[in-house]
Protein backbone atom coordinates (compact mmCIF):
# COMPACT_ATOMS: atom_id res chain seq x y z
CA UNK A 1 0.00 0.00 0.00
CA UNK A 2 1.19 3.43 -0.52
CA UNK A 3 -0.50 5.29 2.10
CA UNK A 4 0.68 4.17 5.46
CA UNK A 5 -3.09 2.99 7.18
CA UNK A 6 -2.31 1.55 9.98
CA UNK A 7 0.87 3.54 11.39
CA UNK A 8 -2.10 6.75 10.89
CA UNK A 9 -4.22 4.45 13.01
CA UNK A 10 -2.07 3.51 15.49
CA UNK A 11 -0.10 7.42 15.94
CA UNK A 12 -3.17 9.57 15.70
CA UNK A 13 -4.22 9.55 19.08
CA UNK A 14 -0.71 9.38 20.29
CA UNK A 15 -0.94 12.68 18.12
CA UNK A 16 -3.42 14.18 20.25
CA UNK A 17 -2.37 13.11 23.28
CA UNK A 18 0.76 15.13 22.85
CA UNK A 19 -0.73 17.95 21.54
CA UNK A 20 -3.04 17.83 24.62
CA UNK A 21 -0.81 17.49 27.07
CA UNK A 22 1.98 20.18 25.60
CA UNK A 23 0.07 22.91 23.93
CA UNK A 24 -0.62 25.87 26.31
CA UNK A 25 -3.10 27.54 27.54
CA UNK A 26 -6.26 24.91 26.03
CA UNK A 27 -9.56 25.88 26.99
CA UNK A 28 -11.46 22.13 28.48
CA UNK A 29 -13.93 22.44 25.60
CA UNK A 30 -10.83 22.67 22.92
CA UNK A 31 -8.88 19.76 25.20
CA UNK A 32 -12.28 17.87 24.41
CA UNK A 33 -13.01 18.88 20.78
CA UNK A 34 -9.32 17.44 19.61
CA UNK A 35 -9.44 14.59 21.48
CA UNK A 36 -12.82 13.82 19.98
CA UNK A 37 -11.44 14.49 16.23
CA UNK A 38 -8.19 12.33 17.33
CA UNK A 39 -10.23 9.79 17.56
CA UNK A 40 -12.67 9.81 15.21
CA UNK A 41 -10.59 9.81 12.32
CA UNK A 42 -8.87 6.48 13.60
CA UNK A 43 -12.47 5.54 13.41
CA UNK A 44 -12.85 6.20 10.08
CA UNK A 45 -9.93 5.12 8.47
CA UNK A 46 -10.31 1.67 10.29
CA UNK A 47 -14.32 1.72 8.99
CA UNK A 48 -12.60 2.02 5.38
CA UNK A 49 -9.54 -0.77 5.84
CA UNK A 50 -12.86 -2.68 7.04
CA UNK A 51 -14.50 -2.04 3.78
CA UNK A 52 -11.71 -2.56 1.78
CA UNK A 53 -10.44 -5.79 3.10
CA UNK A 54 -10.03 -8.35 0.16
CA UNK A 55 -12.43 -10.96 1.23
CA UNK A 56 -11.23 -13.03 -1.62
CA UNK A 57 -8.08 -14.17 -0.36
CA UNK A 58 -9.35 -17.10 1.56
CA UNK A 59 -8.10 -18.85 4.48
CA UNK A 60 -4.70 -17.88 3.43
CA UNK A 61 -3.75 -16.02 6.32
CA UNK A 62 -2.09 -13.42 4.29
CA UNK A 63 -1.83 -10.76 5.78
CA UNK A 64 -3.22 -7.25 4.38
CA UNK A 65 -2.18 -3.17 4.98
CA UNK A 66 1.44 -4.48 5.93
CA UNK A 67 4.32 -1.81 6.90
CA UNK A 68 7.70 -3.23 7.54
CA UNK A 69 10.53 -1.00 8.19
CA UNK A 70 14.26 -2.18 10.17
CA UNK A 71 14.21 -0.84 13.01
CA UNK A 72 17.02 -2.41 15.42
CA UNK A 73 19.47 -3.75 12.96
CA UNK A 74 21.57 -6.18 15.95
CA UNK A 75 17.99 -7.60 17.07
CA UNK A 76 16.63 -8.21 13.45
CA UNK A 77 13.40 -6.13 14.79
CA UNK A 78 11.40 -4.25 12.62
CA UNK A 79 8.82 -1.98 12.74
CA UNK A 80 5.93 -4.20 11.27
CA UNK A 81 2.51 -3.84 11.10
CA UNK A 82 -0.41 -5.63 9.24
CA UNK A 83 -3.93 -6.97 10.16
CA UNK A 84 -5.34 -10.42 9.32
CA UNK A 85 -9.19 -11.96 9.50
CA UNK A 86 -8.51 -12.02 13.31
CA UNK A 87 -6.90 -8.77 13.81
CA UNK A 88 -9.13 -6.37 11.63
CA UNK A 89 -12.25 -6.22 13.73
CA UNK A 90 -10.30 -6.11 16.86
CA UNK A 91 -8.66 -2.86 15.55
CA UNK A 92 -11.75 -1.35 14.71
CA UNK A 93 -13.12 -2.20 17.68
CA UNK A 94 -10.55 -0.81 19.84
CA UNK A 95 -11.03 2.76 17.34
CA UNK A 96 -14.79 2.50 17.80
CA UNK A 97 -14.51 2.33 21.71
CA UNK A 98 -11.78 4.77 22.24
CA UNK A 99 -13.92 7.51 20.01
CA UNK A 100 -16.81 6.63 22.39
CA UNK A 101 -14.92 6.65 25.15
CA UNK A 102 -14.07 10.62 24.61
CA UNK A 103 -18.10 11.02 24.58
CA UNK A 104 -18.60 9.32 27.79
CA UNK A 105 -16.13 11.24 29.03
CA UNK A 106 -17.69 14.76 28.46
CA UNK A 107 -18.85 15.24 31.64
CA UNK A 108 -14.84 14.72 33.18
CA UNK A 109 -13.90 18.08 34.46
CA UNK A 110 -11.13 17.60 36.56
CA UNK A 111 -7.69 18.49 35.30
CA UNK A 112 -8.98 17.38 31.69
CA UNK A 113 -5.87 17.71 29.82
CA UNK A 114 -4.04 15.21 31.77
CA UNK A 115 -7.29 12.58 31.57
CA UNK A 116 -7.71 12.82 27.81
CA UNK A 117 -4.14 12.69 27.07
CA UNK A 118 -4.07 9.38 29.45
CA UNK A 119 -7.21 8.27 27.50
CA UNK A 120 -5.43 8.94 24.03
CA UNK A 121 -2.47 7.24 24.72
CA UNK A 122 -3.78 3.88 25.87
CA UNK A 123 -6.06 3.42 22.72
CA UNK A 124 -2.53 3.86 20.93
CA UNK A 125 -1.00 0.95 23.06
CA UNK A 126 -3.86 -1.22 22.51
CA UNK A 127 -4.53 -0.52 18.89
CA UNK A 128 -0.56 -1.13 18.72
CA UNK A 129 -1.10 -4.84 19.99
CA UNK A 130 -3.76 -6.02 17.21
CA UNK A 131 -1.46 -4.31 14.63
CA UNK A 132 2.11 -5.41 15.81
CA UNK A 133 3.53 -8.31 13.19
CA UNK A 134 6.96 -8.16 14.92
CA UNK A 135 7.10 -9.25 18.89
CA UNK A 136 9.35 -6.95 19.94
CA UNK A 137 7.05 -3.63 19.00
CA UNK A 138 3.86 -6.04 20.49
CA UNK A 139 5.72 -6.42 23.79
CA UNK A 140 6.68 -2.37 23.76
CA UNK A 141 2.52 -1.57 22.81
CA UNK A 142 1.90 -4.09 25.45
CA UNK A 143 3.33 -2.93 28.13
CA UNK A 144 2.54 0.74 27.51
CA UNK A 145 -1.05 0.65 28.42
CA UNK A 146 0.07 0.27 31.84
CA UNK A 147 0.74 3.63 32.27
CA UNK A 148 -2.27 5.45 31.13
CA UNK A 149 -4.15 2.75 33.16
CA UNK A 150 -2.44 3.53 36.41
CA UNK A 151 -2.76 7.49 36.39
CA UNK A 152 -6.09 7.01 34.82
CA UNK A 153 -7.41 4.44 37.73
CA UNK A 154 -5.46 6.08 40.83
CA UNK A 155 -6.26 9.82 39.59
CA UNK A 156 -9.87 10.09 38.21
CA UNK A 157 -11.42 6.54 40.26
CA UNK A 158 -13.09 5.73 42.93
CA UNK A 159 -13.17 3.90 46.32
CA UNK A 160 -9.91 2.02 46.71
CA UNK A 161 -8.71 3.48 43.33
CA UNK A 162 -4.91 3.80 44.99
CA UNK A 163 -5.03 -0.11 45.99
CA UNK A 164 -7.02 -0.97 42.49
CA UNK A 165 -4.64 0.93 40.54
CA UNK A 166 -1.08 -0.24 41.73
CA UNK A 167 -2.86 -4.00 42.22
CA UNK A 168 -3.25 -3.82 38.08
CA UNK A 169 0.18 -3.01 37.58
CA UNK A 170 1.21 -6.01 39.68
CA UNK A 171 -0.78 -8.55 38.14
CA UNK A 172 -0.13 -6.88 35.24
CA UNK A 173 3.71 -6.64 35.38
CA UNK A 174 3.20 -10.31 36.80
CA UNK A 175 2.00 -11.78 33.39
CA UNK A 176 4.39 -9.58 31.17
CA UNK A 177 7.43 -11.23 33.01
CA UNK A 178 6.66 -14.62 31.70
CA UNK A 179 5.57 -13.24 28.24
CA UNK A 180 8.67 -11.35 27.80
CA UNK A 181 10.81 -15.10 28.58
CA UNK A 182 8.65 -16.83 26.63
CA UNK A 183 9.07 -14.07 23.81
CA UNK A 184 13.16 -14.07 24.45
CA UNK A 185 13.07 -17.97 24.41
CA UNK A 186 11.21 -17.65 20.64
CA UNK A 187 13.52 -15.26 19.53
CA UNK A 188 16.62 -17.38 20.51
CA UNK A 189 15.08 -20.47 19.25
CA UNK A 190 14.11 -18.97 15.71
CA UNK A 191 16.03 -16.18 15.60
CA UNK A 192 13.57 -14.17 14.40
CA UNK A 193 11.03 -12.06 16.10
CA UNK A 194 8.59 -11.86 12.67
CA UNK A 195 5.25 -13.08 14.18
CA UNK A 196 4.07 -14.37 10.22
CA UNK A 197 7.70 -16.27 9.84
CA UNK A 198 7.32 -17.68 13.26
CA UNK A 199 3.89 -19.11 12.43
CA UNK A 200 5.40 -20.72 8.97
CA UNK A 201 7.91 -22.21 10.47
CA UNK A 202 5.64 -24.91 12.60
CA UNK A 203 7.67 -25.21 15.75
CA UNK A 204 5.89 -28.25 17.04
CA UNK A 205 7.48 -29.76 20.24
CA UNK A 206 10.81 -27.88 19.58
CA UNK A 207 13.79 -28.64 22.09
CA UNK A 208 16.46 -25.84 20.91
CA UNK A 209 16.17 -23.74 24.01
CA UNK A 210 13.63 -24.91 26.25
CA UNK A 211 10.81 -27.26 25.51
CA UNK A 212 7.78 -26.29 23.37
CA UNK A 213 5.54 -26.63 26.39
CA UNK A 214 7.60 -24.17 28.53
CA UNK A 215 7.90 -21.84 26.27
CA UNK A 216 3.86 -22.33 25.35
CA UNK A 217 3.34 -21.86 29.22
CA UNK A 218 5.38 -18.95 29.67
CA UNK A 219 3.45 -17.18 26.94
CA UNK A 220 -0.03 -18.27 28.06
CA UNK A 221 0.60 -17.09 31.61
CA UNK A 222 0.83 -13.11 30.07
CA UNK A 223 -2.53 -13.44 28.26
CA UNK A 224 -4.39 -15.63 31.19
CA UNK A 225 -3.68 -12.51 33.03
CA UNK A 226 -4.79 -10.26 30.95
CA UNK A 227 -7.66 -12.04 29.93
CA UNK A 228 -8.34 -12.66 33.04
CA UNK A 229 -8.45 -16.06 33.57
CA UNK A 230 -9.30 -17.53 36.70
CA UNK A 231 -7.53 -17.79 39.62
CA UNK A 232 -5.53 -15.13 37.64
CA UNK A 233 -8.64 -12.76 37.63
CA UNK A 234 -8.65 -10.70 41.16
CA UNK A 235 -7.35 -7.49 40.05
CA UNK A 236 -10.64 -7.21 37.60
CA UNK A 237 -13.27 -6.46 39.87
CA UNK A 238 -11.21 -4.01 42.08
CA UNK A 239 -10.23 -1.73 38.55
CA UNK A 240 -13.62 -2.06 37.28
CA UNK A 241 -15.08 -1.01 40.39
CA UNK A 242 -12.58 2.20 40.93
CA UNK A 243 -11.88 2.83 37.47
CA UNK A 244 -13.78 6.53 35.57
CA UNK A 245 -16.52 5.17 33.10
CA UNK A 246 -14.60 5.44 29.58
CA UNK A 247 -11.95 3.55 31.85
CA UNK A 248 -14.30 1.06 32.49
CA UNK A 249 -15.52 0.48 28.95
CA UNK A 250 -12.08 0.30 27.43
CA UNK A 251 -11.03 -2.28 30.28
CA UNK A 252 -13.91 -4.48 29.14
CA UNK A 253 -14.00 -3.31 25.56
CA UNK A 254 -10.98 -4.06 24.20
CA UNK A 255 -8.22 -4.44 26.65
CA UNK A 256 -8.98 -7.28 28.00
CA UNK A 257 -9.39 -8.73 24.68
CA UNK A 258 -5.60 -8.29 24.17
CA UNK A 259 -5.25 -11.58 26.37
CA UNK A 260 -7.50 -13.55 24.21
CA UNK A 261 -5.96 -12.29 21.02
CA UNK A 262 -2.30 -13.51 22.17
CA UNK A 263 -3.45 -16.63 23.03
CA UNK A 264 -5.09 -17.56 19.51
CA UNK A 265 -1.95 -15.62 17.94
CA UNK A 266 0.81 -16.45 19.95
CA UNK A 267 -0.19 -19.56 21.85
CA UNK A 268 -2.12 -21.48 19.34
CA UNK A 269 -0.61 -20.07 16.03
CA UNK A 270 3.11 -20.75 17.31
CA UNK A 271 2.41 -24.18 19.08
CA UNK A 272 -1.03 -26.13 17.46
CA UNK A 273 0.22 -29.18 18.63
CA UNK A 274 1.25 -28.13 22.55
CA UNK A 275 -1.93 -25.73 22.41
CA UNK A 276 -4.19 -29.40 21.96
CA UNK A 277 -1.68 -31.28 24.71
CA UNK A 278 -3.03 -28.60 27.22
CA UNK A 279 -6.17 -28.16 25.66
CA UNK A 280 -8.14 -30.38 28.51
CA UNK A 281 -7.25 -28.89 32.22
CA UNK A 282 -7.66 -25.22 30.01
CA UNK A 283 -11.12 -25.99 29.34
CA UNK A 284 -11.50 -27.32 32.49
CA UNK A 285 -10.71 -24.01 33.83
CA UNK A 286 -12.95 -22.35 31.43
CA UNK A 287 -15.84 -24.29 33.03
CA UNK A 288 -14.63 -22.87 36.36
CA UNK A 289 -14.19 -19.68 35.14
CA UNK A 290 -18.14 -19.55 33.53
CA UNK A 291 -19.92 -20.85 36.98
CA UNK A 292 -17.49 -19.26 39.47
CA UNK A 293 -17.76 -15.73 37.55
CA UNK A 294 -21.65 -16.24 37.44
CA UNK A 295 -21.89 -17.57 40.97
CA UNK A 296 -20.18 -14.65 42.25
CA UNK A 297 -21.49 -12.37 40.53
CA UNK A 298 -25.11 -13.44 41.67
CA UNK A 299 -23.87 -12.09 45.19
CA UNK A 300 -22.78 -8.12 43.98
CA UNK A 301 -24.73 -5.72 45.15
CA UNK A 302 -22.57 -2.62 43.41
CA UNK A 303 -23.41 -2.08 40.06
CA UNK A 304 -20.01 -2.01 38.23
CA UNK A 305 -18.43 -4.79 40.54
CA UNK A 306 -21.57 -6.89 39.29
CA UNK A 307 -20.55 -6.31 35.36
CA UNK A 308 -16.97 -7.05 36.17
CA UNK A 309 -17.99 -10.41 37.78
CA UNK A 310 -20.18 -11.04 34.60
CA UNK A 311 -16.88 -10.62 32.61
CA UNK A 312 -15.16 -13.27 34.14
CA UNK A 313 -17.94 -15.27 33.49
CA UNK A 314 -17.88 -14.01 29.80
CA UNK A 315 -14.36 -14.45 29.16
CA UNK A 316 -14.52 -17.79 30.28
CA UNK A 317 -16.50 -18.68 27.45
CA UNK A 318 -13.44 -17.04 25.06
CA UNK A 319 -11.24 -19.35 26.71
CA UNK A 320 -13.83 -22.77 25.72
CA UNK A 321 -13.76 -21.49 22.02
CA UNK A 322 -10.24 -21.03 21.81
CA UNK A 323 -8.86 -23.79 23.32
CA UNK A 324 -12.08 -26.71 22.04
CA UNK A 325 -9.36 -25.70 18.74
CA UNK A 326 -12.04 -26.34 16.27
CA UNK A 327 -12.88 -23.56 13.10
CA UNK A 328 -16.09 -22.49 14.57
CA UNK A 329 -15.05 -22.34 17.87
CA UNK A 330 -12.72 -20.12 17.29
CA UNK A 331 -14.40 -18.03 15.42
CA UNK A 332 -17.01 -17.92 18.42
CA UNK A 333 -14.50 -17.10 20.71
CA UNK A 334 -13.11 -13.96 18.37
CA UNK A 335 -16.86 -12.77 18.12
CA UNK A 336 -17.51 -13.16 21.77
CA UNK A 337 -14.69 -10.53 21.91
CA UNK A 338 -16.03 -8.29 19.77
CA UNK A 339 -19.72 -8.66 20.94
CA UNK A 340 -18.40 -8.67 24.89
CA UNK A 341 -16.85 -5.94 24.12
CA UNK A 342 -19.73 -3.23 22.60
CA UNK A 343 -21.94 -5.31 25.43
CA UNK A 344 -20.04 -4.69 28.72
CA UNK A 345 -19.17 -1.06 27.44
CA UNK A 346 -22.47 -0.07 26.73
CA UNK A 347 -23.57 -2.02 30.55
CA UNK A 348 -20.62 0.26 32.18
CA UNK A 349 -21.74 3.21 30.31
CA UNK A 350 -25.02 3.00 31.35
CA UNK A 351 -23.66 1.94 34.87
CA UNK A 352 -21.80 5.34 34.69
CA UNK A 353 -25.07 7.28 34.11
CA UNK A 354 -26.69 5.48 36.81
CA UNK A 355 -23.79 6.92 39.13
CA UNK A 356 -23.26 10.40 38.05
CA UNK A 357 -27.25 11.27 37.52
CA UNK A 358 -28.22 9.00 40.53
CA UNK A 359 -25.44 9.28 42.89
CA UNK A 360 -26.15 5.35 44.03
CA UNK A 361 -24.17 2.46 42.92
CA UNK A 362 -25.72 -0.31 45.45
CA UNK A 363 -28.45 -1.85 43.87
CA UNK A 364 -30.49 -2.58 47.26
CA UNK A 365 -31.03 1.13 47.06
CA UNK A 366 -32.28 1.60 43.78
CA UNK A 367 -35.73 0.86 42.49
CA UNK A 368 -38.54 1.88 39.87
CA UNK A 369 -36.29 4.00 37.47
CA UNK A 370 -37.43 3.38 34.67
CA UNK A 371 -40.49 5.69 35.57
CA UNK A 372 -37.95 8.84 36.15
CA UNK A 373 -35.07 7.64 33.32
CA UNK A 374 -37.21 5.87 30.63
CA UNK A 375 -34.29 6.04 28.27
CA UNK A 376 -31.39 5.08 30.30
CA UNK A 377 -33.73 1.90 31.36
CA UNK A 378 -34.42 1.00 27.93
CA UNK A 379 -31.08 0.91 26.93
CA UNK A 380 -29.71 -0.86 29.86
CA UNK A 381 -32.34 -3.51 29.61
CA UNK A 382 -31.45 -3.90 25.74
CA UNK A 383 -27.41 -4.40 27.01
CA UNK A 384 -28.30 -6.78 29.79
CA UNK A 385 -30.67 -9.20 27.36
CA UNK A 386 -27.89 -8.93 24.96
CA UNK A 387 -25.50 -10.11 27.76
CA UNK A 388 -27.59 -12.87 29.03
CA UNK A 389 -27.68 -14.00 24.62
CA UNK A 390 -31.08 -12.76 24.00
CA UNK A 391 -31.72 -13.62 20.26
CA UNK A 392 -31.10 -10.58 17.36
CA UNK A 393 -28.20 -10.00 19.41
CA UNK A 394 -24.91 -10.27 19.02
CA UNK A 395 -24.60 -11.98 22.34
CA UNK A 396 -26.97 -14.97 21.37
CA UNK A 397 -24.60 -15.13 18.20
CA UNK A 398 -21.09 -15.11 19.96
CA UNK A 399 -22.35 -18.04 22.34
CA UNK A 400 -24.26 -20.07 19.85
CA UNK A 401 -20.82 -20.66 17.68
CA UNK A 402 -18.83 -21.07 20.80
CA UNK A 403 -21.43 -23.81 21.61
CA UNK A 404 -21.58 -25.43 18.59
CA UNK A 405 -18.31 -25.18 17.71
CA UNK A 406 -17.04 -26.61 21.10
CA UNK A 407 -19.95 -29.59 20.98
CA UNK A 408 -18.63 -31.12 17.60
CA UNK A 409 -15.14 -30.34 17.99
CA UNK A 410 -13.39 -33.62 18.04
CA UNK A 411 -9.94 -31.86 18.89
CA UNK A 412 -10.12 -32.34 22.61
CA UNK A 413 -12.14 -35.37 24.69
CA UNK A 414 -15.58 -35.24 26.39
CA UNK A 415 -16.13 -32.01 24.62
CA UNK A 416 -19.82 -32.69 24.30
CA UNK A 417 -19.87 -32.82 28.45
CA UNK A 418 -17.75 -29.43 28.61
CA UNK A 419 -19.95 -27.70 26.31
CA UNK A 420 -23.21 -28.59 28.16
CA UNK A 421 -21.71 -27.90 31.29
CA UNK A 422 -20.53 -24.34 30.07
CA UNK A 423 -24.41 -23.82 29.09
CA UNK A 424 -25.34 -23.76 32.50
CA UNK A 425 -23.36 -20.44 33.16
CA UNK A 426 -26.47 -19.31 30.43
CA UNK A 427 -29.05 -20.08 32.87
CA UNK A 428 -26.98 -18.35 35.84
CA UNK A 429 -26.28 -15.06 33.50
CA UNK A 430 -30.04 -14.77 33.00
CA UNK A 431 -30.61 -14.63 37.15
CA UNK A 432 -28.21 -11.93 37.72
CA UNK A 433 -29.02 -10.03 34.51
CA UNK A 434 -32.62 -10.24 34.95
CA UNK A 435 -32.17 -9.64 38.91
CA UNK A 436 -30.41 -6.45 38.54
CA UNK A 437 -32.76 -5.26 36.18
CA UNK A 438 -35.15 -5.49 38.00
CA UNK A 439 -34.14 -3.85 41.30
CA UNK A 440 -32.83 -1.29 39.42
CA UNK A 441 -35.75 -0.34 37.22
CA UNK A 442 -38.57 -2.38 37.66
CA UNK A 443 -39.46 -2.53 41.32
CA UNK A 444 -41.40 -0.09 43.33
CA UNK A 445 -41.15 3.49 42.62
CA UNK A 446 -39.14 5.88 45.09
CA UNK A 447 -40.09 9.12 44.99
CA UNK A 448 -36.59 10.35 46.11
CA UNK A 449 -35.75 9.73 42.70
CA UNK A 450 -38.46 12.03 40.90
CA UNK A 451 -35.80 14.72 40.29
CA UNK A 452 -33.29 12.81 38.37
CA UNK A 453 -32.34 13.76 35.14
CA UNK A 454 -32.37 10.98 32.29
CA UNK A 455 -29.83 11.01 29.41
CA UNK A 456 -28.61 14.34 27.53
CA UNK A 457 -28.31 14.38 24.13
CA UNK A 458 -24.55 13.22 23.57
CA UNK A 459 -25.49 9.90 26.25
CA UNK A 460 -28.47 9.51 23.51
CA UNK A 461 -26.01 9.54 20.72
CA UNK A 462 -23.87 7.18 21.88
CA UNK A 463 -26.12 4.81 23.80
CA UNK A 464 -28.01 3.89 20.31
CA UNK A 465 -24.83 3.73 18.69
CA UNK A 466 -23.37 0.77 20.40
CA UNK A 467 -27.02 -0.54 20.60
CA UNK A 468 -27.33 -0.25 16.79
CA UNK A 469 -23.91 -2.38 16.33
CA UNK A 470 -25.17 -5.11 19.32
CA UNK A 471 -27.64 -5.50 16.62
CA UNK A 472 -26.16 -5.71 13.91
CA UNK A 473 -23.77 -8.40 14.70
CA UNK A 474 -26.74 -10.29 15.95
CA UNK A 475 -28.63 -10.08 12.99
CA UNK A 476 -25.94 -10.50 10.48
CA UNK A 477 -23.24 -11.86 12.02
CA UNK A 478 -21.55 -12.51 8.71
CA UNK A 479 -20.64 -9.26 8.64
CA UNK A 480 -17.67 -10.16 11.34
CA UNK A 481 -17.65 -13.88 11.17
CA UNK A 482 -16.45 -14.25 7.20
CA UNK A 483 -14.09 -11.24 7.68
CA UNK A 484 -12.78 -13.36 11.20
CA UNK A 485 -12.50 -16.47 9.43
CA UNK A 486 -9.96 -15.43 6.89
CA UNK A 487 -7.49 -15.57 10.45
CA UNK A 488 -8.91 -18.30 12.10
CA UNK A 489 -8.85 -21.15 9.35
CA UNK A 490 -4.87 -21.34 8.65
CA UNK A 491 -4.65 -21.38 12.48
CA UNK A 492 -7.41 -24.02 12.87
CA UNK A 493 -5.78 -26.01 9.93
CA UNK A 494 -2.78 -26.37 11.57
CA UNK A 495 -4.66 -28.45 14.06
CA UNK A 496 -6.82 -30.13 12.22
CA UNK A 497 -9.70 -28.04 13.21
Known amino acids: MDFNYLTVILFLPAVGAALIALIPGLSERKIKNMAAIFTFFPLALSI ?131 MLAG ?56 AHTDAPTAVSVMLAGVLIKMGGYGMIRLCVGFFPQTAQHYAQPLIILALVGILYGAAVTLMQTDIKRMIAYSSI ?19 GAALQMFSHGIVTGLLFAMAGLVIHNIEVRDLRKLGGLARQVPFIAVVF ?40 IAIIGVVLTAGYILWMLQQAFYGPVKEGFNAVKDADGLEKFYMVVLVAAIMLVGIYPAILTDVFKLGIAPIAGMIGG
Request: avoid cysteine; hydrophobic fraction near 55%; glycine fraction near 8%.
Open 48 to 178: YLFIIFDRSLGATGTMQFEETYLWIAPLNAHYHLGVDGLSMPLVLLTAFLGFLAVLISWKVHARPREFFAWLLLLETSILGVFASLDLLLFFIMWEIEVIPMYFLISIWGSGRRDYSAIKYVLYTLFGSAF
Open 183 to 238: ILSLYFTTGSLNMVEITNQGLGMVQSVMPAGAIFLLLFIGFAVKLPMFPLHTWLPD
Open 313 to 331: SHMGYVLLGIFALGQLSLT
Open 381 to 420: SVAGLASLGLPTTSGFAAEFLIFLGSFNSTAVPNLQTYTI
